[in-house]
């Protein structure tokens, strides 16, 4: 392979330590030497990079992806390339690819549509997280990727979409298969507690499945039940699951919801703090914008989408219980998430749809499509599911940016851009990372550069367990971004948001220049990151 130097650059190591300036050999895709001079010329390199004016840090960790299908999809995912992300850490919010039973293939496919999109050619067989996982590995992507075990797939492959507890056999079912994903170097359990079949979890199935984490040092990654009204008692959830378990607590997409709840973040706060002072290890991931992004179903109360996507379009079709479902979603005080509740009509916008005769709706919010139809928003936002089998994206503006300097602020947090990647994006699906960095270093000096690449690369490569990833050292792998620290910023918006970053250089994964000075380059160079693990003994 290649020997590469990368001379005269600043090095921010993704420690959180200072930045230093120095030279980076890189041979056979990791990094050899790191050099306070220059080695002598008579050294001979195949490429001479000079950073000079640059900063190279470590390449990114999107802590929290929705490239599941799109990584097979695409060769470059250029939405994350270009921010500088090089790793994806996907099998988010308990609802992915693997475990699927083939007698289950086509309802989650409707299912999954909706967050992670459609991929038609994609061979579904492969039935296991094993059999998904040799299909990444043997895939020509350039972008690295880790799996966590999506706890929906695993429930609907032991009991299907049924809300109830499961039983002794079916929960041993469960626990088996946690172990064996475990087992072959999964980082750690998801789960979606406002998704189907997810929601129907007691935190009793959720504390014995987190145990069988636990044995292995993994993670639980969890979309909590609730971001809003009830987000106190949701977080005292998550602590007994993490305090019965012995689990590390990772919250996904930290947040408070609605306009309405912004009164407690002094709260949430404490309860973060209190938490840590009890022992228990907590980490989450944020995005910086104030609007969300899922699947429209999402609306529906979860007794609505019991049962499966097909059940649950006949529900919407049906007169009689699409009145109680919009009644319900209508009322004030819900105990489950209400995204009609904190957002309102008028703040939920359509980003994608799985045909062609529905387009005019992507980019309208659910009042102007209620409109259009003549008919009221949430009944409009029905008759889309029903016409596009579930297919329907949309972003929800939720969210206060006081919210956001504040929970970037705090040690335990790290980067995500949990985006979704079909139709007219979220702009975080191309921005997160250089959005970051603008406002929260440059703008605002909340944080240094080096407290922001920290939460952006060695902190998530130590919450997932990626080893020789994430920090800038001899011996460890070589995916490195080399950026204009200064003049690194998004330029996208929720009216454009297909626009990339400027001030990215260069991009490298494992020691592979993919993307540099507006040029691609083919390498088949992505890996499969699983842990180093050594199988407990019961």
Not at 16 to 40: F, M, N, Q, R, V
Request: glycine share 10%.
């Amino acid at each position: 392979m290649a020997k590469t130097l990368i001379k005269n650059v600043k090095i921010v190591d993704g420690t959180g330590a200072p930045a230093y300036h120095g030279h980076l050999i890189i041979k056979e895709g990791k990094i050899e030497s790191i050099l306070k001079d220059l080695p002598s010329v008579h050294t001979l390199f195949d490429e001479t990079i000079n950073g000079e004016g640059y900063t190279v840090t470590p390449g990114f960790i999107d802590s929290h992806s929705h490239s599941d299908l799109m990584i097979f999809k695409e060769m470059f995912l250029k939405p994350k390339l270009r921010q500088g992300i090089t790793t994806e850490v996907l099998g988010q919010d308990g609802v992915s690819v693997a475990p699927l039973p083939m007698q289950y293939v086509t309802d989650w496919r409707k299912n999954l549509a909706g967050l992670d999109g459609e991929h038609e050619s994609f061979n579904w067989s492969f039935g296991d997280i094993k059999g998904y996982l040799t299909v990444i590995d043997n895939s020509h992507t350039t972008s690295n990727a880790t799996y966590l075990i999506p706890h929906g797939n695993v429930r609907m492959a032991a009991m299907g979409f049924d809300n109830r507890k499961p039983t002794v056999s079916e929960l041993d079912d469960m626990c088996g298969m946690v172990d064996e994903a475990m087992a072959i170097g999964c980082p750690g359990l998801s789960a979606g507690l406002i998704y189907t079949p997810g929601a129907f979890a007691l935190e009793e199935e959720l504390i014995e499945l987190c145990k069988v984490v636990s044995r292995y040092d993994g993670v639980f990654v969890v979309h909590q039940r609730s971001e809003a009204g009830n987000i106190m008692a949701s977080m005292e959830e998550l602590f007994r699951i993490a305090r019965a378990s012995g689990v590390r607590l990772h919250i996904s997409h930290f947040k408070l919801c609605g306009r309405q709840n912004w009164h407690l973040i002094g709260e949430l706060l404490a309860k973060v703090d209190e938490g840590i002072e009890e022992g228990i290890e907590i980490t989450f991931d944020m995005y910086p914008y104030t609007a969300g992004s899922t699947m429209l179903s999402a609306i529906i109360p979860p007794w609505g989408r019991e049962g499966g996507t097909e059940i649950m379009l006949a529900r919407l079709k049906d007169h009689i219980q699409k009145k109680k479902l919009i009644r319900d979603i209508l009322s004030e005080g819900c105990e489950w998430d209400n995204f009609v509740e904190f957002a309102g009509t008028a703040g939920i916008y359509i980003t994608d749809v799985g045909t062609t005769k529905n387009q005019w709706a992507v980019g309208k919010n659910l009042n102007d499509i209620g409109s259009k139809m003549g008919m009221g928003p949430v009944e409009a936002a029905f008759q889309l599911l029903i016409e596009e089998n579930n297919h329907v994206s949309m972003v929800d503006f939720y969210g206060n940016e006081e919210h956001l300097e504040r929970f970037i602020s705090r040690d335990e947090g790290v980067v995500c851009t949990d985006g979704l990647l079909g139709g007219k994006a979220h702009p975080r699906v191309y921005g997160a990372f250089p959005r970051v960095i603008d406002q929260y270093v440059n703008k605002k000096s909340i944080l240094t550069l080096e407290q922001a690449i920290h939460k952006m690369t060695g902190l998530p490569a130590k919450i997932f367990g990626l080893k020789k990833r994430g920090i800038i050292k001899e011996g460890y792998w070589a995916d490195l971004v080399l950026l204009d620290e200064i003049g690194y910023r998004d330029t996208n918006s929720y009216e454009s948001p297909h626009s990339y970053p400027e001030g990215l250089h260069m991009v490298m994964v494992n020691g592979h220049i993919i993307y540099d000075k507006e040029a691609w380059h083919l390498h088949d160079c992505g890996q499969l990151l699983l842990k180093e693990v050594e199988i407990p003994v019961c």
